[in-house]
């Protein structure tokens, strides 16, 4: 029986291959927030399995907030205009803020983000992002913890979409030449 994806997706980072290594960013961000009070900072939509996921591996008491972003706008480019579509709940001031990525393409999205963010005087802001993909890049954006570096394809799957589809596989996948 074919999947309702096999015919517009090629995997690229299987089920097993993305938890091994959020388990080892779980780990590694444990390590450095020790005794420090930590904020996940979920970009919606696409980091929600991400989040979701790299929170139970990071073994600190921790909370998690939302922050909705859109640069895309239905498309498979970013159109560069960023908007906020869904801001915190709480403060963010004077806390350790780690914010969560799905992807970072050109990184106006983030710049974007960051500089928001700097306006709420957190403690500290760091990056974790589980895709990189440097080669899209049109502003310098440093990233402190990368799940994986990737070409430039576009990418669907674990919470990664196009037209808001395709978030739901389990792994991540390229889109097939033709399928968009």
């Known amino acids: ?6 015919k517009t997706v090629d995997v ?13 960013l779980g780990a ?8 420090k009070d930590l904020t996940l900072l979920c970009v919606l939509k696409g980091s929600i399995f991400f989040v979701t996921d790299l929170a139970r591996a990071i073994d600190l008491p921790l909370t998690i907030e939302f922050l909705g972003a859109s640069s895309y706008h239905g498309g498979t480019e970013s159109s560069g205009e960023v908007r906020i579509t869904t801001d915190v709940s709480t403060p963010l001031k004077d806390r350790h803020v780690l914010v969560v990525e799905d992807i970072i393409d050109t990184g106006l999205t983030m710049k974007f983000l960051l500089g928001n963010l700097a306006a709420r005087h957190p403690a500290s802001v760091k990056l974790c992002s589980l895709l990189a993909k440097p080669s899209r890049a049109k502003v310098q954006i440093d990233i402190d913890y990368t799940g994986f570096v990737i ?10 979409d ?10 991540i996948g390229v889109m097939k030449p033709g399928a968009i």
Do not use: C, S
């Not at 590694?28 to 005794?35: A, C, K, N, P, V």
């Not at 196009?162 to 792994?171: A, M, V």
């Open 151 to 160: 070409d430039d394809h576009f990418v669907v799957g674990y919470g990664l």
């Open 162 to 171: 196009y037209e808001e589809r395709l978030r739901n596989l389990p792994f």
């Open 28 to 35: 590694q961000i444990t390590r450095d927030y020790q005794g």
């Open 1 to 6: 029986m074919i999947t309702f994806h096999e």
């Open 12 to 24: 690229l980072y299987e089920e097993k291959t993305l938890q091994a290594r959020i388990a080892e």
